[in-house]
């Protein structure tokens, strides 16, 4: 390849991750972009450090803390949490760490993964990449995370509604996962609590919420902030039977959790077939009329449209 090809070549590379404005579809493109120029590198993985926890990236910009205990080990040993850059191979694990700090609390770790220490890798290239990456990624999670539970927010609600309906997709997707249910939610009497205790233990009271949503689902099912007490999912993969089930141990999971205060907390949960032949607006009718149904006959369970 001439040196001008390659030139064109990395611009067009860091052009993609410059237009892209969801944080899923941005690790697909710079996953996408990476292994052109690197098809000797047999494995990518990205992870992100949570105070001293490192984390892997996975599917719809989750992460989890399940992964290879050697990676761990180096990540935690070799990796300094003040550390702005850092590159280097690492002989155990047969692979090239690439850690960048954007300007954020947040750190970040590419790892490579190759059997050769000495391979033909364009090391300017990886790290000027991915740090990009890492800048786009901090920036669009401002916009599409919600500040004060984490989940995502109503703007990327209503982006991610449209992609899962066929009406603007981007790209496809590499979580093949499909949409199985729509479900919306919220806590019971919650204007009874910002009355009672204030609108500061209110926020505590929806952080709490979330936090145990999404311990409650998996990585791939998408969680909503949809505004106020209210919450939106989408699950995926998943018969009525597996979805009730998991609805239900969320709902139960929220009431017998000892809130500050001793003050109880329950919710309630509608929820509707996925069903991309329906508008995102018939499908939150749908959903919120079983939520209605819930609040109409005891709050603190679940309901189906169907039903």
Not at 12 to 23: C, G, Y
Request: include cysteine; charge should be negative.
């Amino acid at each position: 390849m001439s040196a001008v090809t390659s030139i064109e070549c990395k611009y067009e590379s860091f052009n993609a991750l410059v237009k892209i404005n969801d944080p899923e579809l941005l690790l697909e493109v710079f996953l996408d972009q990476l292994a052109p120029h690197h098809t000797q590198v047999h494995q990518v993985e990205i992870f992100e450090r949570f105070g001293t926890q490192w984390r892997k990236v996975i599917a719809n910009g989750c992460t989890t803390l399940e992964f290879d205990a050697k990676k761990r080990s180096v990540l935690e040993n070799r990796i300094d949490p003040e550390a702005v850059n850092a590159w280097f191979y690492d002989s155990d694990l047969q692979g090239w760490l690439c850690a960048y700090k954007p300007l954020t609390n947040k750190q970040f770790a590419l790892f490579l993964g190759n059997s050769d220490s000495d391979p033909d890798l364009d090391e300017e290239y990886v790290q000027l990449l991915f740090s990009f990456y890492c800048h786009q990624l901090r920036s669009l999670e401002g916009t599409y995370r919600d500040s004060l539970t984490g989940l995502y927010n109503r703007r990327s609600f209503d982006q991610r509604m449209t992609s899962l309906l066929g009406k603007h997709n981007l790209a496809r997707r590499r979580n093949q996962s499909t949409p199985s249910v729509f479900v919306m939610l919220d806590i019971d009497h919650f204007k009874l609590i910002n009355d009672e205790y204030g609108h500061l233990y209110g926020d505590e009271v929806l952080a709490i919420v979330a936090r145990i949503m999404a311990d409650s689902f998996r990585e791939y099912d998408l969680l909503f902030r949809y505004g106020g007490e209210e919450f939106a999912a989408v699950l995926m993969d998943l018969d009525d039977v597996l979805a009730v089930k998991a609805l239900e141990r969320f709902r139960a999971s929220v009431e017998h959790h000892a809130f500050p205060r001793n003050h109880p907390v329950t919710i309630s949960i509608g929820y509707t077939t996925f069903d991309d032949e329906l508008s995102t607006e018939q499908m939150i009718d749908q959903a919120d009329k079983a939520l209605y149904f819930c609040k109409r006959n005891g709050r603190n369970q679940v309901s189906r449209y169907d039903h």
